[in-house]
Protein backbone atom coordinates (compact mmCIF):
# COMPACT_ATOMS: atom_id res chain seq x y z
CA UNK A 1 0.00 0.00 0.00
CA UNK A 2 1.22 3.28 -0.97
CA UNK A 3 0.92 6.52 0.37
CA UNK A 4 1.03 10.08 -1.05
CA UNK A 5 3.79 11.41 0.87
CA UNK A 6 6.37 9.89 3.33
CA UNK A 7 7.43 10.35 6.61
CA UNK A 8 11.57 9.89 7.99
CA UNK A 9 12.45 6.69 8.76
CA UNK A 10 13.48 8.22 12.13
CA UNK A 11 9.85 10.10 12.18
CA UNK A 12 8.71 6.33 12.04
CA UNK A 13 10.55 5.16 14.79
CA UNK A 14 9.91 8.15 17.24
CA UNK A 15 6.13 7.85 16.55
CA UNK A 16 5.79 3.98 17.14
CA UNK A 17 8.13 4.64 20.33
CA UNK A 18 9.90 1.68 22.38
CA UNK A 19 6.62 0.15 23.33
CA UNK A 20 6.61 -1.46 20.04
CA UNK A 21 9.80 -0.81 17.82
CA UNK A 22 13.24 -0.50 18.97
CA UNK A 23 15.71 0.78 16.16
CA UNK A 24 18.04 -2.17 15.85
CA UNK A 25 20.22 -0.69 12.93
CA UNK A 26 20.60 1.80 10.23
CA UNK A 27 23.43 1.48 7.79
CA UNK A 28 21.95 4.85 5.67
CA UNK A 29 20.61 6.86 8.78
CA UNK A 30 17.36 8.29 9.52
CA UNK A 31 17.21 10.70 7.13
CA UNK A 32 15.80 8.23 4.27
CA UNK A 33 11.68 8.73 3.42
CA UNK A 34 9.10 5.72 3.70
CA UNK A 35 5.48 5.94 1.69
CA UNK A 36 4.80 2.46 1.04
CA UNK A 37 4.53 -0.81 3.31
CA UNK A 38 3.59 -4.58 2.47
CA UNK A 39 2.98 -7.30 4.68
CA UNK A 40 5.21 -10.60 3.64
CA UNK A 41 4.39 -13.78 5.39
CA UNK A 42 5.74 -17.33 5.24
CA UNK A 43 4.20 -18.17 1.97
CA UNK A 44 5.07 -14.68 0.43
CA UNK A 45 8.79 -15.86 0.68
CA UNK A 46 8.91 -19.41 -0.45
CA UNK A 47 6.39 -18.43 -3.02
CA UNK A 48 8.61 -15.94 -4.18
CA UNK A 49 5.57 -13.46 -4.10
CA UNK A 50 7.47 -10.73 -1.99
CA UNK A 51 9.94 -9.64 -4.79
CA UNK A 52 6.63 -8.31 -6.49
CA UNK A 53 6.15 -5.46 -3.69
CA UNK A 54 8.38 -3.51 -6.08
CA UNK A 55 6.86 -0.38 -5.21
CA UNK A 56 7.34 -0.79 -1.54
CA UNK A 57 9.77 0.92 1.13
CA UNK A 58 8.75 -1.03 4.48
CA UNK A 59 8.61 -4.73 4.82
CA UNK A 60 6.71 -6.44 7.71
CA UNK A 61 8.14 -9.76 8.08
CA UNK A 62 5.08 -12.02 9.38
CA UNK A 63 6.15 -15.58 11.02
CA UNK A 64 9.03 -16.03 8.61
CA UNK A 65 11.80 -17.92 9.38
CA UNK A 66 15.44 -15.98 9.82
CA UNK A 67 16.37 -18.34 6.68
CA UNK A 68 13.84 -17.58 4.70
CA UNK A 69 14.30 -13.71 5.46
CA UNK A 70 18.49 -13.49 4.28
CA UNK A 71 17.31 -15.21 1.37
CA UNK A 72 14.61 -12.59 1.05
CA UNK A 73 17.86 -10.14 1.70
CA UNK A 74 19.58 -11.63 -0.36
CA UNK A 75 17.57 -11.80 -3.80
CA UNK A 76 16.65 -8.50 -3.27
CA UNK A 77 19.44 -6.85 -5.75
CA UNK A 78 18.92 -2.95 -6.50
CA UNK A 79 15.49 -3.16 -4.95
CA UNK A 80 14.50 0.39 -3.23
CA UNK A 81 13.70 -1.24 0.63
CA UNK A 82 14.56 1.48 3.24
CA UNK A 83 13.71 -1.02 5.93
CA UNK A 84 12.41 -4.56 7.55
CA UNK A 85 10.39 -5.26 10.32
CA UNK A 86 10.31 -8.15 11.82
CA UNK A 87 10.71 -9.85 15.90
CA UNK A 88 13.77 -10.92 17.85
CA UNK A 89 15.97 -10.38 14.34
CA UNK A 90 18.98 -12.59 14.43
CA UNK A 91 22.64 -11.23 13.97
CA UNK A 92 22.73 -12.94 10.74
CA UNK A 93 19.29 -10.97 9.78
CA UNK A 94 20.67 -7.65 10.78
CA UNK A 95 24.52 -8.79 8.79
CA UNK A 96 22.84 -9.17 5.69
CA UNK A 97 20.26 -6.60 5.90
CA UNK A 98 23.58 -3.66 6.93
CA UNK A 99 24.89 -5.58 3.72
CA UNK A 100 22.24 -4.02 1.55
CA UNK A 101 22.04 -0.99 3.27
CA UNK A 102 18.56 -1.70 4.92
CA UNK A 103 17.61 -0.77 8.26
CA UNK A 104 16.07 -3.34 10.39
CA UNK A 105 13.67 -2.29 13.08
CA UNK A 106 13.22 -4.90 15.92
CA UNK A 107 8.94 -5.67 17.42
CA UNK A 108 7.79 -6.34 20.32
CA UNK A 109 7.21 -10.08 20.57
CA UNK A 110 4.18 -9.90 22.11
CA UNK A 111 2.54 -7.21 19.43
CA UNK A 112 0.09 -8.00 16.96
CA UNK A 113 0.97 -7.92 13.17
CA UNK A 114 -2.24 -6.57 12.05
CA UNK A 115 -2.06 -3.62 14.88
CA UNK A 116 1.53 -3.36 13.97
CA UNK A 117 0.25 -2.51 10.41
CA UNK A 118 -2.35 -0.16 11.36
CA UNK A 119 -0.16 1.85 13.51
CA UNK A 120 2.75 2.18 10.78
CA UNK A 121 -0.50 3.00 7.96
CA UNK A 122 -1.25 5.76 10.29
CA UNK A 123 2.02 7.12 10.63
CA UNK A 124 2.65 6.93 6.89
CA UNK A 125 -0.88 8.51 6.39
CA UNK A 126 -0.84 10.99 8.37
CA UNK A 127 0.23 13.73 6.20
CA UNK A 128 -2.20 12.71 3.51
CA UNK A 129 -5.18 13.24 5.97
CA UNK A 130 -3.86 16.07 7.79
CA UNK A 131 -5.46 19.46 8.41
CA UNK A 132 -3.82 22.63 6.97
CA UNK A 133 -3.52 25.60 9.42
CA UNK A 134 -1.39 28.43 9.39
CA UNK A 135 1.57 28.73 11.31
CA UNK A 136 0.97 30.02 14.82
CA UNK A 137 -2.45 28.42 15.32
CA UNK A 138 -3.27 26.90 18.18
CA UNK A 139 -4.28 23.19 18.85
CA UNK A 140 -7.49 23.90 19.15
CA UNK A 141 -7.52 25.53 15.77
CA UNK A 142 -6.12 22.31 14.14
CA UNK A 143 -2.77 23.25 13.38
CA UNK A 144 -1.45 19.57 13.85
CA UNK A 145 -0.47 17.70 11.33
CA UNK A 146 -2.02 14.39 12.42
CA UNK A 147 -2.92 12.04 15.34
CA UNK A 148 0.17 11.10 16.31
CA UNK A 149 1.59 14.65 16.39
CA UNK A 150 -1.67 15.35 17.99
CA UNK A 151 -1.06 13.01 20.83
CA UNK A 152 2.80 14.20 21.45
CA UNK A 153 1.31 17.73 22.03
CA UNK A 154 -1.18 16.61 24.37
CA UNK A 155 1.50 14.77 26.55
CA UNK A 156 3.34 17.77 26.04
CA UNK A 157 0.88 20.32 27.57
CA UNK A 158 -0.97 17.82 30.43
CA UNK A 159 2.44 16.09 31.43
CA UNK A 160 0.58 12.57 30.65
CA UNK A 161 0.46 9.44 28.26
CA UNK A 162 -2.06 9.95 25.89
CA UNK A 163 -3.61 7.14 23.99
CA UNK A 164 -6.10 7.82 21.01
CA UNK A 165 -8.55 4.80 20.17
CA UNK A 166 -11.01 4.41 17.67
CA UNK A 167 -14.70 3.05 19.01
CA UNK A 168 -13.61 -0.61 18.41
CA UNK A 169 -10.60 -0.09 20.85
CA UNK A 170 -7.74 -0.35 18.55
CA UNK A 171 -5.16 2.14 19.27
CA UNK A 172 -5.13 4.81 16.60
CA UNK A 173 -1.73 7.11 17.71
CA UNK A 174 -0.37 7.70 21.01
CA UNK A 175 2.16 9.76 22.79
CA UNK A 176 6.13 8.43 23.61
CA UNK A 177 5.78 6.69 27.28
CA UNK A 178 9.80 5.92 28.58
CA UNK A 179 8.74 3.75 31.13
CA UNK A 180 6.06 5.22 32.88
CA UNK A 181 3.49 3.21 30.94
CA UNK A 182 1.29 0.41 32.58
CA UNK A 183 0.56 -2.66 31.77
CA UNK A 184 -2.92 -1.57 30.66
CA UNK A 185 -1.32 0.94 27.97
CA UNK A 186 1.55 -1.16 26.63
CA UNK A 187 -1.08 -4.33 25.67
CA UNK A 188 -3.33 -1.95 24.54
CA UNK A 189 -0.71 -0.80 21.86
CA UNK A 190 0.53 -3.71 21.40
CA UNK A 191 -2.96 -5.36 20.23
CA UNK A 192 -3.71 -7.66 23.67
CA UNK A 193 -6.28 -7.77 25.81
CA UNK A 194 -5.03 -6.38 29.30
CA UNK A 195 -5.46 -8.50 32.42
CA UNK A 196 -8.62 -9.98 32.97
CA UNK A 197 -9.11 -8.82 36.41
CA UNK A 198 -8.23 -5.38 35.58
CA UNK A 199 -10.40 -5.14 32.43
CA UNK A 200 -13.15 -6.74 34.70
CA UNK A 201 -12.72 -3.65 37.20
CA UNK A 202 -13.09 -1.04 34.53
CA UNK A 203 -16.28 -2.51 32.93
CA UNK A 204 -17.57 -3.07 36.74
CA UNK A 205 -16.52 0.64 37.10
CA UNK A 206 -18.67 1.24 34.03
CA UNK A 207 -15.66 3.86 32.64
CA UNK A 208 -16.87 2.46 28.92
CA UNK A 209 -20.64 3.12 29.41
CA UNK A 210 -19.39 6.19 31.25
CA UNK A 211 -17.73 7.57 28.03
CA UNK A 212 -20.56 6.54 25.05
CA UNK A 213 -23.28 8.55 27.33
CA UNK A 214 -21.63 11.85 28.71
CA UNK A 215 -19.15 14.54 26.90
CA UNK A 216 -17.50 15.37 29.81
CA UNK A 217 -13.88 14.39 31.25
CA UNK A 218 -14.03 10.67 33.09
CA UNK A 219 -12.12 10.46 35.89
CA UNK A 220 -10.36 6.10 36.31
CA UNK A 221 -9.07 6.46 39.71
CA UNK A 222 -5.44 4.99 40.54
CA UNK A 223 -5.49 1.22 41.35
CA UNK A 224 -2.32 -0.21 42.83
CA UNK A 225 -3.52 -3.85 43.42
CA UNK A 226 -3.97 -4.10 39.23
CA UNK A 227 -0.96 -1.76 38.39
CA UNK A 228 -3.29 0.65 36.67
CA UNK A 229 -2.34 4.37 36.81
CA UNK A 230 -4.65 7.58 37.61
CA UNK A 231 -6.26 7.82 33.90
CA UNK A 232 -8.32 10.60 32.64
CA UNK A 233 -10.60 9.81 29.27
CA UNK A 234 -12.87 11.55 27.13
CA UNK A 235 -15.31 10.44 24.27
CA UNK A 236 -14.45 11.64 20.64
CA UNK A 237 -17.16 12.48 18.55
CA UNK A 238 -18.21 13.51 15.55
CA UNK A 239 -18.19 17.46 14.89
CA UNK A 240 -21.36 17.38 12.99
CA UNK A 241 -24.92 15.82 12.93
CA UNK A 242 -25.93 14.11 16.13
CA UNK A 243 -22.40 13.49 17.64
CA UNK A 244 -21.02 10.08 16.25
CA UNK A 245 -19.11 8.12 19.06
CA UNK A 246 -15.67 7.79 16.89
CA UNK A 247 -13.30 6.88 19.75
CA UNK A 248 -11.59 7.67 22.92
CA UNK A 249 -9.03 10.31 23.58
CA UNK A 250 -7.33 8.25 26.92
CA UNK A 251 -4.55 10.35 29.03
CA UNK A 252 -2.43 8.32 31.63
CA UNK A 253 -0.82 10.16 34.67
CA UNK A 254 3.07 9.45 34.78
CA UNK A 255 5.38 10.27 37.97
CA UNK A 256 4.18 13.89 37.78
CA UNK A 257 1.13 15.58 38.63
CA UNK A 258 -1.20 15.96 35.49
CA UNK A 259 -1.26 19.83 34.76
CA UNK A 260 -4.07 22.66 36.43
CA UNK A 261 -5.83 22.72 32.63
CA UNK A 262 -5.71 19.23 31.70
CA UNK A 263 -9.48 19.07 30.92
CA UNK A 264 -9.69 21.84 29.42
CA UNK A 265 -6.92 20.43 26.78
CA UNK A 266 -8.20 17.43 26.83
CA UNK A 267 -11.86 18.85 25.83
CA UNK A 268 -10.39 20.65 22.98
CA UNK A 269 -7.66 18.07 21.80
CA UNK A 270 -11.13 15.76 21.42
CA UNK A 271 -12.56 18.18 18.85
CA UNK A 272 -9.42 18.22 16.79
CA UNK A 273 -9.58 13.90 17.04
CA UNK A 274 -12.84 14.24 15.57
CA UNK A 275 -12.00 16.49 12.79
CA UNK A 276 -8.85 14.75 11.82
CA UNK A 277 -10.70 10.83 12.03
CA UNK A 278 -13.56 11.91 9.89
CA UNK A 279 -11.82 13.75 7.60
CA UNK A 280 -9.25 10.18 7.02
CA UNK A 281 -12.62 8.35 6.97
CA UNK A 282 -13.77 10.68 4.35
CA UNK A 283 -10.60 9.70 2.21
CA UNK A 284 -11.29 6.50 2.94
CA UNK A 285 -15.07 5.99 1.99
CA UNK A 286 -14.32 8.47 -1.31
CA UNK A 287 -11.49 5.22 -2.06
CA UNK A 288 -13.71 2.69 -1.06
CA UNK A 289 -16.82 4.11 -3.40
CA UNK A 290 -14.13 4.56 -6.37
CA UNK A 291 -13.09 1.06 -5.75
CA UNK A 292 -16.97 -0.19 -5.87
CA UNK A 293 -17.65 1.43 -8.99
CA UNK A 294 -14.71 0.10 -11.12
CA UNK A 295 -16.08 -3.21 -9.82
CA UNK A 296 -19.44 -2.28 -11.77
CA UNK A 297 -21.55 -2.50 -8.65
CA UNK A 298 -23.00 0.82 -9.02
CA UNK A 299 -24.93 -0.71 -12.21
CA UNK A 300 -23.73 2.43 -14.28
CA UNK A 301 -21.02 2.05 -17.66
CA UNK A 302 -17.81 3.04 -15.61
CA UNK A 303 -15.50 5.53 -16.46
CA UNK A 304 -12.18 3.88 -17.27
CA UNK A 305 -10.36 7.34 -17.75
CA UNK A 306 -11.60 9.33 -14.68
CA UNK A 307 -11.48 5.87 -12.16
CA UNK A 308 -8.09 4.99 -13.66
CA UNK A 309 -6.64 8.73 -12.85
CA UNK A 310 -8.09 8.75 -9.28
CA UNK A 311 -7.31 5.22 -8.51
CA UNK A 312 -3.23 5.39 -10.36
CA UNK A 313 -4.37 3.00 -12.43
CA UNK A 314 -3.61 3.42 -16.44
CA UNK A 315 -6.85 2.61 -18.01
CA UNK A 316 -5.69 -0.03 -20.67
CA UNK A 317 -3.39 -2.21 -18.15
CA UNK A 318 -4.85 -5.75 -17.98
CA UNK A 319 -6.59 -6.52 -15.39
CA UNK A 320 -7.24 -9.28 -12.62
CA UNK A 321 -10.20 -9.74 -10.27
CA UNK A 322 -10.23 -12.00 -7.31
CA UNK A 323 -13.26 -12.78 -5.27
CA UNK A 324 -13.26 -14.01 -1.91
CA UNK A 325 -16.06 -15.61 -0.21
CA UNK A 326 -15.75 -17.46 3.72
CA UNK A 327 -16.55 -21.07 3.40
CA UNK A 328 -19.32 -22.20 6.37
CA UNK A 329 -19.42 -18.47 8.42
CA UNK A 330 -20.89 -15.30 7.76
CA UNK A 331 -18.49 -12.38 7.72
CA UNK A 332 -20.25 -10.82 10.19
CA UNK A 333 -18.90 -13.17 12.53
CA UNK A 334 -15.18 -11.67 12.43
CA UNK A 335 -13.74 -8.75 12.02
CA UNK A 336 -14.68 -7.19 8.70
CA UNK A 337 -12.21 -4.43 8.60
CA UNK A 338 -9.40 -6.96 9.49
CA UNK A 339 -9.90 -9.14 6.41
CA UNK A 340 -10.01 -6.52 3.94
CA UNK A 341 -6.63 -4.62 5.53
CA UNK A 342 -5.33 -8.29 5.82
CA UNK A 343 -6.20 -8.61 1.55
CA UNK A 344 -5.02 -5.53 1.22
CA UNK A 345 -1.52 -6.32 2.67
CA UNK A 346 -0.82 -9.37 0.87
CA UNK A 347 -2.34 -7.68 -2.22
CA UNK A 348 0.16 -4.74 -1.92
CA UNK A 349 2.97 -7.77 -2.04
CA UNK A 350 1.82 -8.82 -4.98
CA UNK A 351 0.72 -5.69 -7.16
CA UNK A 352 1.42 -2.04 -5.26
CA UNK A 353 -1.30 -0.53 -7.47
CA UNK A 354 -3.82 -3.80 -6.45
CA UNK A 355 -7.43 -2.27 -4.94
CA UNK A 356 -9.57 -4.16 -2.45
CA UNK A 357 -13.17 -3.70 -1.34
CA UNK A 358 -15.65 -5.51 0.57
CA UNK A 359 -18.96 -5.38 -1.27
CA UNK A 360 -21.73 -7.71 0.99
CA UNK A 361 -19.58 -10.58 2.54
CA UNK A 362 -17.39 -11.30 -0.24
CA UNK A 363 -14.24 -9.22 -0.65
CA UNK A 364 -12.83 -8.11 -4.37
CA UNK A 365 -9.08 -7.20 -5.18
CA UNK A 366 -8.41 -6.14 -8.12
CA UNK A 367 -4.61 -6.74 -9.67
CA UNK A 368 -3.78 -4.56 -12.50
CA UNK A 369 -0.74 -6.24 -14.94
CA UNK A 370 -0.89 -9.77 -13.09
CA UNK A 371 -0.89 -12.86 -15.08
CA UNK A 372 -3.75 -15.38 -13.84
CA UNK A 373 -1.41 -17.83 -12.84
CA UNK A 374 0.65 -15.61 -10.46
CA UNK A 375 -2.73 -14.25 -9.65
CA UNK A 376 -3.45 -17.92 -8.33
CA UNK A 377 -0.16 -18.38 -6.53
CA UNK A 378 -1.02 -15.18 -4.63
CA UNK A 379 -4.66 -16.01 -3.99
CA UNK A 380 -4.07 -19.23 -2.44
CA UNK A 381 -1.35 -17.65 -0.22
CA UNK A 382 -3.56 -15.16 0.80
CA UNK A 383 -6.59 -17.80 1.92
CA UNK A 384 -3.73 -19.57 3.86
CA UNK A 385 -2.97 -16.31 5.80
CA UNK A 386 -6.89 -15.40 6.32
CA UNK A 387 -7.02 -18.40 8.09
CA UNK A 388 -4.02 -18.51 9.69
CA UNK A 389 -4.93 -14.99 11.11
CA UNK A 390 -8.54 -14.76 11.29
CA UNK A 391 -9.83 -18.54 11.52
CA UNK A 392 -11.77 -18.14 9.00
CA UNK A 393 -11.95 -20.87 6.02
CA UNK A 394 -12.55 -18.76 2.33
CA UNK A 395 -12.41 -19.79 -1.19
CA UNK A 396 -11.11 -17.39 -4.11
CA UNK A 397 -11.92 -17.62 -7.27
CA UNK A 398 -9.76 -15.76 -9.95
CA UNK A 399 -11.05 -13.89 -12.97
CA UNK A 400 -8.91 -12.88 -16.18
CA UNK A 401 -7.25 -11.29 -17.78
CA UNK A 402 -9.09 -8.51 -19.23
CA UNK A 403 -8.38 -6.12 -21.31
CA UNK A 404 -8.08 -2.75 -19.31
CA UNK A 405 -10.02 -0.89 -16.46
CA UNK A 406 -13.25 -1.29 -18.52
CA UNK A 407 -12.95 -5.37 -18.17
CA UNK A 408 -13.26 -5.46 -14.46
CA UNK A 409 -17.15 -5.44 -14.08
CA UNK A 410 -17.55 -8.20 -15.87
CA UNK A 411 -14.85 -10.18 -14.88
CA UNK A 412 -16.02 -9.18 -11.25
CA UNK A 413 -19.53 -10.78 -12.56
CA UNK A 414 -17.60 -14.10 -13.99
CA UNK A 415 -16.37 -14.11 -10.43
CA UNK A 416 -19.03 -13.52 -8.67
CA UNK A 417 -21.16 -16.66 -10.60
CA UNK A 418 -18.56 -19.13 -9.23
CA UNK A 419 -19.10 -18.23 -5.99
CA UNK A 420 -22.29 -18.39 -5.76
CA UNK A 421 -22.52 -21.95 -7.57
CA UNK A 422 -19.68 -22.57 -5.32
CA UNK A 423 -22.08 -22.17 -2.33
CA UNK A 424 -24.48 -24.92 -3.88
CA UNK A 425 -21.79 -27.49 -5.22
CA UNK A 426 -18.73 -26.30 -3.58
CA UNK A 427 -17.09 -29.87 -3.60
CA UNK A 428 -17.03 -29.68 -7.42
CA UNK A 429 -15.22 -25.86 -7.30
CA UNK A 430 -11.79 -25.97 -5.85
CA UNK A 431 -11.19 -23.74 -2.79
CA UNK A 432 -8.74 -21.90 -4.68
CA UNK A 433 -9.35 -21.50 -8.72
CA UNK A 434 -10.22 -19.53 -11.74
CA UNK A 435 -13.32 -18.75 -14.33
CA UNK A 436 -11.97 -21.18 -16.38
CA UNK A 437 -11.33 -24.06 -14.30
CA UNK A 438 -14.64 -23.80 -12.86
CA UNK A 439 -17.47 -23.81 -16.00
CA UNK A 440 -18.63 -27.61 -14.93
CA UNK A 441 -18.89 -27.09 -11.38
CA UNK A 442 -20.44 -23.57 -11.98
CA UNK A 443 -23.32 -25.24 -14.72
CA UNK A 444 -23.90 -27.47 -12.42
CA UNK A 445 -24.40 -25.77 -9.51
CA UNK A 446 -26.76 -23.54 -11.55
CA UNK A 447 -28.54 -26.70 -12.76
CA UNK A 448 -28.85 -27.90 -9.33
CA UNK A 449 -29.97 -24.20 -7.78
CA UNK A 450 -32.65 -24.52 -10.28
CA UNK A 451 -34.10 -27.72 -9.27
CA UNK A 452 -33.90 -26.96 -5.87
CA UNK A 453 -36.09 -23.82 -6.55
CA UNK A 454 -38.55 -26.04 -8.54
CA UNK A 455 -39.50 -28.72 -6.50
CA UNK A 456 -41.54 -29.93 -9.33
CA UNK A 457 -38.74 -31.45 -11.41
CA UNK A 458 -36.94 -33.00 -9.09
CA UNK A 459 -37.84 -37.00 -9.36
CA UNK A 460 -40.06 -38.14 -6.75
CA UNK A 461 -38.72 -40.86 -5.96
CA UNK A 462 -35.40 -39.45 -4.89
CA UNK A 463 -37.51 -37.89 -2.26
CA UNK A 464 -39.09 -40.76 -1.57
CA UNK A 465 -36.52 -42.35 -0.78
CA UNK A 466 -34.62 -39.34 1.58
CA UNK A 467 -38.32 -39.58 3.35
CA UNK A 468 -37.90 -43.53 4.27
CA UNK A 469 -34.54 -42.89 5.24
CA UNK A 470 -36.04 -40.42 7.52
CA UNK A 471 -38.43 -42.86 9.06
CA UNK A 472 -36.30 -45.84 9.22
CA UNK A 473 -32.79 -44.87 9.60
CA UNK A 474 -31.52 -46.93 6.81
CA UNK A 475 -28.90 -45.48 4.37
CA UNK A 476 -30.81 -45.92 0.91
CA UNK A 477 -29.88 -42.23 -0.10
CA UNK A 478 -26.05 -42.16 0.22
CA UNK A 479 -25.56 -45.51 -0.72
CA UNK A 480 -27.61 -44.32 -4.46
CA UNK A 481 -25.36 -41.11 -4.23
CA UNK A 482 -22.14 -43.32 -4.16
CA UNK A 483 -22.92 -45.87 -6.96
CA UNK A 484 -23.89 -43.29 -9.07
CA UNK A 485 -20.92 -40.95 -8.45
CA UNK A 486 -18.67 -44.14 -8.90
CA UNK A 487 -20.23 -44.92 -12.49
CA UNK A 488 -21.67 -47.92 -10.96
CA UNK A 489 -18.42 -49.56 -9.76
CA UNK A 490 -19.65 -51.28 -6.63
CA UNK A 491 -16.07 -52.26 -5.52
CA UNK A 492 -14.78 -48.14 -4.77
CA UNK A 493 -18.39 -47.00 -3.89
CA UNK A 494 -18.03 -49.55 -0.91
CA UNK A 495 -15.00 -48.45 -0.26
CA UNK A 496 -16.03 -44.93 -0.21
CA UNK A 497 -18.89 -45.65 2.09
CA UNK A 498 -16.80 -47.94 4.14
CA UNK A 499 -19.38 -50.73 3.67
CA UNK A 500 -18.85 -54.30 1.85
CA UNK A 501 -19.22 -54.72 -1.47
CA UNK A 502 -22.15 -57.05 -0.66
CA UNK A 503 -23.69 -54.90 1.51
CA UNK A 504 -23.82 -52.05 -1.58
CA UNK A 505 -24.97 -54.64 -3.71
CA UNK A 506 -27.80 -55.44 -1.62
CA UNK A 507 -28.77 -51.82 -1.20
CA UNK A 508 -28.74 -50.86 -4.53
CA UNK A 509 -31.05 -53.90 -5.09
CA UNK A 510 -33.54 -53.20 -2.51
CA UNK A 511 -33.77 -49.53 -3.86
CA UNK A 512 -34.38 -50.68 -6.76
CA UNK A 513 -37.82 -52.36 -5.73
CA UNK A 514 -38.81 -50.24 -3.17
CA UNK A 515 -38.57 -47.20 -6.08
CA UNK A 516 -39.15 -48.70 -9.54
CA UNK A 517 -35.63 -47.34 -10.43
CA UNK A 518 -34.17 -48.96 -13.80
CA UNK A 519 -30.40 -47.96 -12.52
CA UNK A 520 -29.25 -49.35 -15.90
CA UNK A 521 -30.71 -46.56 -17.83
CA UNK A 522 -28.56 -43.52 -18.94
CA UNK A 523 -31.65 -41.10 -18.34
CA UNK A 524 -32.65 -42.57 -15.16
CA UNK A 525 -29.42 -42.48 -14.06
CA UNK A 526 -28.87 -38.42 -15.12
CA UNK A 527 -32.37 -37.40 -13.30
CA UNK A 528 -31.66 -39.29 -10.11
CA UNK A 529 -28.04 -37.68 -9.90
CA UNK A 530 -29.52 -34.11 -10.57
CA UNK A 531 -32.07 -34.76 -8.40
CA UNK A 532 -29.65 -36.41 -5.58
CA UNK A 533 -27.75 -32.83 -5.58
CA UNK A 534 -30.98 -30.70 -5.64
CA UNK A 535 -32.22 -32.37 -2.38
CA UNK A 536 -28.71 -31.83 -0.68
CA UNK A 537 -28.74 -28.49 -1.74
CA UNK A 538 -32.42 -28.08 -0.06
CA UNK A 539 -31.35 -29.99 2.73
CA UNK A 540 -28.80 -27.75 3.66
CA UNK A 541 -30.51 -24.71 3.26
CA UNK A 542 -32.89 -25.58 6.09
CA UNK A 543 -30.59 -27.08 8.34
Known amino acids: MTTPWGVTLGRLILALDRTVATLVSAPDGLDQRVSSAALLDVDDVHLGLGQAARGAELFLFVGVPDDAIVTWLSGLGTHGAVAILCKSPSERIVERAETARIAVIAIDPRARWERIYHLVMQVLEGQAAAEPAPAGESMRSGAIGDLFELAGEIARRTGGLVSIEDERSHVLAYSSAGDEADELRRLSILGREGPPEMLAWLRQWGVMDALRTTDGVVVVEERDDLGLRPR ?186 VLDAAENQGELIAGVTTVEESRTGVLLGEIVAHLAANPALVDRRVVELAELDDRTGSEFTGSLRAYLDHFGDVSSAAAALHVHPNTLRYRIRRLQMLTGMDLGDPATRLVVALSLRAGSTVEERTT
Open 232 to 417: RAIAIRRPDGPGEFLGVLWLQQGSAPLAADTDEILTGASAVAARMISRRRAVGSVHDELVRRLLGTRGEVIDADYLGAQLGIASDVPMVVVGFATIGASVDGIDRAGVVSALTLHASARSPLSVTAMVGQRVYVVLPGVETDAAVIWARSAVSASERQFSVSSRAVVGGPGNGLTSVPVLRTQVDR
